[in-house]
T-cell receptor
Framework: GQQVMQIPQYQHVQEGEDFTTYCNSS?????IQWYKQRPGGHPVFLIQLVKSGEVKKQKRLTFQFGEAKKNSSLHITATQTTDVGTYFCAGPQEGNKLVFGAGTILRVKS | DAGVIQSPRHEVTEMGQEVTLRCKPI?????LFWYRQTMMRGLELLIY????????DSGMPEDRFSAKMPNASFSTLKIQPSEPRDSAVYFC????????????FGPGTRLTVT
């Protein structure tokens, strides 16, 4: 079945440093979604990428979808303490099922 | 909009007891999902419904787990009998249709089975 691999598993950065998490799928994806889960919270949708090579920005967050639509990345510029949490990528399987990556835990030292 | 509502938020029970988790999806969403999250296994899809009909329950761990959706505004996930390894956070999520597949998650139910 389809798998979504995400790296790194964990990253601890100094406030102000950049952060990147990568997502790779074993199959071509029709789209990819990114979610953020704050500690003790629930996953919250951030963005969806659909087109090959697509790049979208949300303030300090930059999302990319690979040309082959099998990989994606999330880059945060100049991290802040409010960025802490777990970032998940997710790709749709048949029907309406989403396959979630294992997530990248981000910790920010102030 | 109140978002996806789940109850209870926390549940502590003894092994062997029946546990019922409840979910109210966002009005107008015709897909409902039940997930389980643990440190070891991450976020796992247990079952999902479309228009109140179960579509895929392949993620349900075993016969001790069952889920129902009697109407568009209510779903339950039942564990009977519960076991310590069922301890996890259970999330309910809903979404609109097939193309708009952004999922909205509820706050979750933290289940502890002792």
């Amino acid at each position: 079945g389809q798998q979504v691999m995400q790296i790194p598993q964990y990253q601890h950065v100094q406030e102000g440093e950049d952060f990147t998490t990568y997502c790779n799928s074993s199959t071509t994806l029709s789209n990819i979604q990114w979610y953020k889960q704050r500690p003790g919270g629930h996953p919250v949708f951030l963005i969806q990428l659909v087109k090959s090579g697509e790049v979208k920005k949300q303030k300090r967050l930059t999302f990319q979808f690979g040309e082959a639509k099998k990989n994606s990345s999330l880059h945060i510029t100049a991290t802040q303490t409010t960025d802490v949490g777990t970032y998940f990528c997710a790709g749709p399987q048949e029907g309406n099922k989403l396959v979630f990556g294992a997530g990248t835990i981000l910790r920010v030292k102030s | 909009d109140a978002g996806v509502i789940q109850s209870p938020r926390h549940e502590v029970t003894e092994m062997g007891q029946e546990v019922t988790l409840r979910c109210k999806p966002i009005s107008g969403h015709d897909y409902l999902f039940w997930y389980r999250q643990t440190m070891m296994r991450g976020l796992e899809l247990l079952i999902y419904f479309n228009n109140n009909v179960p579509i895929d329950d392949s993620g349900m761990p075993e016969d001790r787990f069952s889920a129902k959706m009697p109407n568009a505004s209510f779903s339950t996930l039942k564990i009977q009998p519960s076991e310590p390894r069922d301890s996890a956070v259970y999330f309910c999520a809903s979404s609109r249709g097939y193309r708009d597949i952004e999922q909205y998650f509820g706050p979750g139910t933290r289940l502890t089975v002792t």
